[in-house]
């Protein structure tokens, strides 16, 4: 089957609209096994894969993700392009809760994750040029995905990769903020620099789950509060999603 098109699906987004998958593959790679069975089939004019990230009972914690396998597996089923879907808190004043955002440039805060395919005996090193994270056209697409559809997108920021999979604490928050952070989330890294180190194309929809700590003057962060922001964000994701499929097709 040629794949025009991969999604990864993050929290909360286990399934997508107008979706019906004709073929499930359940990938075995050199580095195990993926997150969940890869569904195959068409959305729109187009052959689209979808994997659920965390697996599609929301079982893998975001450090024990087998983010090797899984961009391994895409790409060995033929995908060329990525979107990346993942839940975020914002940082920035323009990436409130239910914002989507195509953020430009990654910070890891990440650590202990393999983040290479050369992390294994025999394979040569590589040092891939991660100067910009993104793809460039891929984000344009999104961008103008949302655009034809009159979906509010923030257009850049940085991603702030932390480990999880608790939440972070105003210290923390606040510190990424000075970095430069528009947006904090678990997911980023290394599935980013994984996809440039197979040459994919690969880009981030974002969807904001809730303010960062510190960053209202809300006092805890629930489940329930992030859960409900989800729900209105990916009514949005899914549009965008829809466009950029309208506009391949």
């Known amino acids: 089957m040629s794949i025009d098109l991969a999604i990864i699906g993050g929290t909360g987004l ?10 499930s593959i359940d990938a075995d790679t050199p580095f195990g096994p993926t997150s969940a069975p890869i ?10 894969a979808f994997l659920a990230r965390h697996g599609e009972g929301h079982q893998h914690l975001p450090h024990r993700i087998n983010y090797r396998a899984n961009v391994w597996a895409l790409h060995a089923a033929g995908a060329r392009s990525v979107v990346a879907v993942n839940a975020v808190g914002g940082i920035a004043k323009n990436c409130p809760p239910r914002q989507l955002v195509v953020p430009d440039q990654i910070i890891d805060y990440s650590y202990d994750r393999i983040s290479s395919f050369c992390d294994r005996p025999g394979e040569p090193v590589q040092h891939v040029d991660f100067t910009d994270p993104y793809s460039a056209s891929l984000r344009a697409d999104l961008l103008a995905a949302a655009a034809s559809c009159d979906v509010s997108v923030a257009d850049g920021g940085v991603y702030g990769c932390t480990q999880g999979p608790r939440l972070e604490t105003r210290a923390e928050v606040a510190r990424m903020g000075r970095d430069g952070c528009a947006i904090v989330g678990m997911t980023g890294m290394p599935e980013a620099v994984l996809a440039r180190e197979l040459e994919l194309n690969y880009a981030c929809l974002a969807a904001v789950a809730n303010w960062g700590a510190g960053c209202s003057e809300q006092a805890e962060i629930t489940m329930d509060e992030i859960l409900a922001h989800l729900e209105a964000a990916y009514q949005d994701a899914h549009k965008v999603l829809s466009a950029l499929v309208d506009s391949w097709g």
Do not use: K, M
């Open 14 to 23: 286990y399934q997508l609209e107008g979706f019906e998958s004709a073929e």
């Open 39 to 48: 569904r195959c089939g068409r959305l729109g004019q187009i052959t689209v």
